[in-house]
């Protein structure tokens, strides 16, 4: 098959595996998204959702947020990882939003990326769940079959993200991404697949002999 191809056939394939496309982050609208996603580095979705209601009881909006002090935010999101950091990020952006932004999150991949803790794929997150604007966060899942199914050269998680827009309709993006994820979680997976062992990669590359070594994000 030609890398087109594979793209179709993957797409087909994840469709139909999942046909909904729920939000692994619990949230209540854009800004606790955007608080999620922003706790989700180097932590579990399913961490995060253990931690974020007693967050998002105490705030739930930018003012509330803003309100409390860092020691209390880096209290409730302690079993995250990277407290002290993620907790001054999050009410610094609180602030920010308050200040310059109308309380509101903005709609806008510059404006996001301006708020502290907030890079791209955060902000990709956000406008594609949250705004419905075509956007392919890539993450460690993603990165790592994405380089299995040979989409990518997986020099860089930048590059990954370029090469699957290029490649799969625009229309596509905001589902097939979520999709990936699931896939990567429930069937090929760092450990139990190195792109000879789930049925998608078998699929894809019926001759493979060797396993697919997958450049790390």
């Not at 180097?42 to 409390?68: G, H, Y």
């Not at 009410?91 to 200040?99: C, M, N, T």
């Not at 299995?148 to 090469?163: A, H, K």
């Not at 894809?204 to 070594?213: E, I």
Request: proline fraction near 7%; aromatic fraction near 6%.
């Amino acid at each position: 098959m030609t890398r087109a191809e594979r793209a179709a056939l993957i797409d087909r394939r994840l469709a139909e595996l999942y046909p909904e496309t729920p939000i692994p982050l619990d949230h209540r609208d854009p800004f606790t998204l955007l608080i999620a996603v922003l706790l989700s580095a180097q932590c579990t979705d399913a961490r995060v959702n253990q931690v974020t209601p007693a967050l998002f009881d105490l705030a739930d909006t930018p003012e509330a947020m803003a309100a409390l002090p860092v020691e209390v935010i880096q209290g409730i999101i302690r079993p995250c990882g990277l407290s002290p950091r993620k907790a001054a990020a999050i009410s610094g952006l609180s602030k920010i939003l308050l200040e310059k932004h109308g309380g509101k999150v903005p709609a806008d991949f510059d404006l996001l990326e301006e708020l502290p803790g907030v890079g791209h794929k955060t902000a990709s997150v956000v406008m594609a769940q949250s705004f419905g604007v075509p956007a392919f966060p890539v993450d460690t899942h993603i990165h790592r079959l994405a380089q299995r199914w040979e989409l990518t050269s997986g020099r860089s998680v930048e590059q990954t993200e370029r090469d699957l827009k290029k490649i799969f309709p625009r229309d596509h993006w905001n589902r097939l991404h979520l999709r990936i994820i699931f896939y990567g979680r429930e069937h090929c997976t760092a450990r139990g697949c190195d792109g000879t062992v789930c049925p998608l990669c078998r699929e894809l590359f019926p001759r493979r002999k060797r396993g697919k070594m997958a450049k790390k994000s």
